[in-house]
């Protein structure tokens, strides 16, 4: 049954997204890209020539060309314009696709699900995009316990497919995260708990080489491209199928609920999400907890999921000013309980961190937003939000034999993802908003390593493009494996030429920001400083 206490207030629909946002589409960092890529409509104009009739190259304004651009997320993500996208229909076109870019020297970008904040992401303003929705491919055995996915499904088509046959997997939880990104980032789930992120669920990969050859990597095949993939980015080649684990689920409990800020519902709140935090006996819950504010007014907000459908506590005594829950199957609880929380598209700004479990620390991190953010109260569709999101040990015991995995047992603790989220209507607040984020941000990484509590894991899928990805959650000897597979497979660089969006490993002894905006405009300022900004 699904419950609810109505609110007209448009804060409480957006305070719930960063709670479940769980990511997208990445790409591009840390090494010098070739930005003298092919001219944008002359590489349309070989696609157009040298692929099938089958395969769709889409001009600007054509229908399928303005389909794409819709889905994006970001508003900034938006205001990019390739000169076509390129729509293949199985592994076999991406890698014609792949050799005739590789061939022209065409610069292109990914996009499976469109999901990630900042701009540039999965998008790019001339060149091409090579559009992964016709990869939509969603094969379940219920007899091996295993689901095949393309790259292109969203996740509420993929637990939908499921629901018949009463198994689920690790995925998002928003249903309009597509597949691709979510999977290369990482990816969070209700599950995470016992599971580790979706991505330590993946047991075989399907992947266009820089060379077009098409291949699979696995613990048995290709087995240190299958290690690196687990925080793969854009660095190592283009996935076209994700093989994953199913379990058996035929419903499950999920509640969104927000709360008035009071002494109590904050101290009885974080008190909750501490325990559940330290929980070592848990293995079927999960909880998350996020303060909000729009137009000036906080709430404090939770969601919670129990993977056997049984409805949990509230976290309070106080009551909640929106609350809904339903018992349904992992399909229907997303879709009906948590999909109206996010909007379908948002001019955001994003920073994220990690560290140990302090109610005192999430407390005075609240305080800080509040100082640096409520002077800016006017600015046109203001909301923040600060989300906190568990990492149990055995959370992080399931991420053994990935990149991560030896940053994020340093801390030797339970850990907690921080995300600070803004959004705004806008577009000439963007660098006070940025500033304002980025202030709260740099402030709480600062003050959580004065106190002990900061781990360096960064999460790739809630990251902006400044923040460090490979330099600070892989340890140096692993960030050297990545490199070493980097060279195997992709030995002339092609996608750290060619591919645009997401992160890439950087070379050894940089240590700068690791997407292609970041880069280039790191080259630029070291050109200019020596007088060569004219050779860029």
């Known amino acids: 049954m699904l419950l609810s206490v109505p609110s007209s207030s448009a804060m409480v629909s957006r305070t719930l997204l960063f709670l479940l946002a769980s990511s997208l589409y990445l790409g591009v960092l840390g090494q010098e890209p070739d930005t003298k890529g092919a001219d944008g409509s002359a590489c349309c104009n070989a696609l157009r020539a040298e692929l099938p009739p089958s395969v769709g190259v889409f001009a600007r304004g054509t229908p399928e060309y303005d389909s794409r651009h819709q889905t994006y997320y970001s508003l900034q993500q938006q205001e990019l314009f390739p000169n076509c996208t390129v729509k293949p229909n199985s592994a076999q076109d991406v890698s014609l696709v792949l050799k005739i870019a590789k061939a022209h020297q065409c610069v292109f970008a990914v996009a ?13 303003d001339g060149g091409f995009v090579i559009d992964m929705r016709a990869l939509n ?23 939908a497919a499921m629901a018949p046959f009463n198994v689920t997997t690790t995925g998002a939880r928003i249903n309009s995260v597509g597949v691709g990104g979510f999977l290369l980032g990482g990816g969070i789930a209700f599950a995470s708990v016992t599971k580790g992120f979706a991505a330590d669920n993946v047991f075989n990969y ?24 687990k925080l793969g980015s854009t660095n190592y080649g283009i996935v076209t199928r994700y093989d994953m684990t199913t379990s058996p689920s035929a419903v499950i409990w999920g509640a969104v609920s927000a709360y008035p800020i009071t002494n109590q519902s904050v101290s009885e709140l974080l008190s909750d999400f501490q325990t559940y935090g330290h929980d070592t006996k ?7 907890v996020a303060f909000a504010q729009s137009g000036g007014v906080g709430s404090l907000s939770t969601v919670q999921a129990n ?18 829950e339903l018992v349904g199957t992992t399909h229907d609880v997303i879709d009906q309980v948590i999909a109206g929380a996010l909007a379908a598209t948002a001019r955001a700004h994003w920073f994220t961190f990690t560290t140990k479990i302090d109610q005192q620390f999430f407390k005075d991190l609240y305080a800080q937003a509040n100082q640096i953010f409520t002077p800016l109260n006017n600015r ?24 991560i995995f030896n940053t994020l047992n340093q801390s030797n603790d339970d850990l907690v993802i921080n995300l600070i989220l803004v959004t705004w209507t806008d577009p000439a607040d963007e660098l006070v908003m940025r500033k304002a984020t980025d202030s709260l941000g740099t402030w709480s990484e600062t003050e959580a390593r004065k106190r002990g509590l900061l781990n360096d894991f960064v999460y790739l899928n809630y990251a902006n493009e400044e923040q460090h990805i490979y330099d600070r959650s892989v340890t140096p000897d692993d960030l050297d494996k990545m490199r070493a597979v980097q060279k195997k497979y992709d030995p002339s660089g092609t996608f750290v030429n060619l591919w645009r969006g997401g992160y890439k490993v950087p070379k050894a002894g940089y240590h700068g920001a690791e997407t292609t905006t970041g880069v280039e405009e790191e080259n630029q300022r070291l050109a200019t400083r020596h007088g060569k900004s004219d050779e860029l």
Do not use: C, R
């Open 112 to 124: 499976s699900g469109g999901h990630m904040s900042w701009k540039g992401s999965s998008n790019i």
């Open 137 to 159: 491919q969603i094969d379940i055995s219920v007899k091996d316990q295993t689901v095949k996915l393309g790259p292109g499904s969203q996740w509420t088509t993929v637990y």
């Open 206 to 229: 399907e992947i266009v080489l820089a060379d077009g050859s098409i291949t699979t990597a696995s613990k048995t095949k290709n087995a240190d491209l299958f290690w690196a993939l």
């Open 282 to 288: 848990n293995t079927k819950n999960f909880k998350s």
């Open 307 to 324: 993977l056997d459908g049984i409805p949990q506590p509230p976290g309070t005594s106080v009551a909640p000013s929106v609350h809904a």
């Open 380 to 403: 046109a569709g203001l909301s923040w939000f600060i989300s906190f999101q568990a990492l149990q040990k055995s959370y992080i015991a399931k991420t053994a034999g990935t990149p």
